[in-house]
């Protein structure tokens, strides 16, 4: 009879990423508890983005970027190889590598966005529209904590816990952009051409190149 090698999936640095993370969310709630309870809130109320200024290189804005991206990182770690095992199993440091291209995917956002809103002249109005979206980007990423939580530890289907997962962030993010239309909706029939322009700069273009980049 011949043996073979059984390969195991450590979940034990998940677990020290979970405490790392429950950590940082500790520390944003020392900041600003009020802020990190109205961010939670944000998908059905819109006090969070009233009650607080659009100024991204906040402090508490910058550590729910950190938490934010560890979250999303881990999402698609676990999605990467709960569906396709084959090519991601011999993959060394796979979440490091995630996290690195999440962090070029967003520079590419922030610099398109700033060289769009110079050419054009929208500055102010770009600058808006970056704080309503990181904003509903860290309030979906709370949710997907949790979700996440009981993806590792629980002992139901794993994959079929994840598609469950995958549709509420879909609905999370498509709650956003429903959201993001409908405070913007004036400024974006004014300026019709240029928000398509934005669009396609800002949302679509820094996601192809992500995904070529990670293909």
Not at 39 to 44: D, E, G
Not at 64 to 72: G, P, Y
Not at 192 to 199: D, E, V
Request: aromatic letters at 20%.
């Amino acid at each position: 009879m011949e043996l073979t090698e059984r390969l195991v999936d450590n979940k034990d640095w998940i677990t020290l990423l979970f405490l790392g993370i429950s950590l940082l969310i500790v520390m944003a709630s020392f900041l600003n508890a009020r802020r990190l309870k109205q961010l939670f809130a944000l998908p059905y109320n819109d006090l969070y983005l009233v009650n607080y200024d659009s100024n991204i290189w906040h402090p508490f804005n910058i550590l729910l970027f950190v938490i934010a991206n560890l979250i999303l990182g881990l999402f698609i770690y676990l999605g990467m190889t709960e569906f396709y095992p084959d090519k991601v199993l011999f993959t060394s440091n796979l979440f490091l590598k995630i996290l690195g291209l999440l962090m070029i995917y967003w520079m590419f956002k922030y610099l398109s966005g700033l060289l769009v809103a110079f050419l054009f002249e929208i500055k102010k109005w770009q600058k808006k529209m970056t704080f309503v979206k990181i904003s509903y980007f860290f309030s979906s990423s709370l949710y997907l904590l949790v979700f996440l939580i009981f993806s590792v530890y629980s002992f139901t289907n794993s994959t079929t816990f994840l598609i469950i997962i995958i549709s509420f962030y879909s609905i999370l993010l498509l709650i956003r952009y429903f959201h993001f239309l409908r405070i913007h909706r004036r400024d974006i029939i004014a300026n019709l051409f240029y928000f398509i322009l934005y669009l396609c700069a800002l949302e679509i273009a820094p996601l192809l190149i992500a995904i070529k980049i990670g293909t």
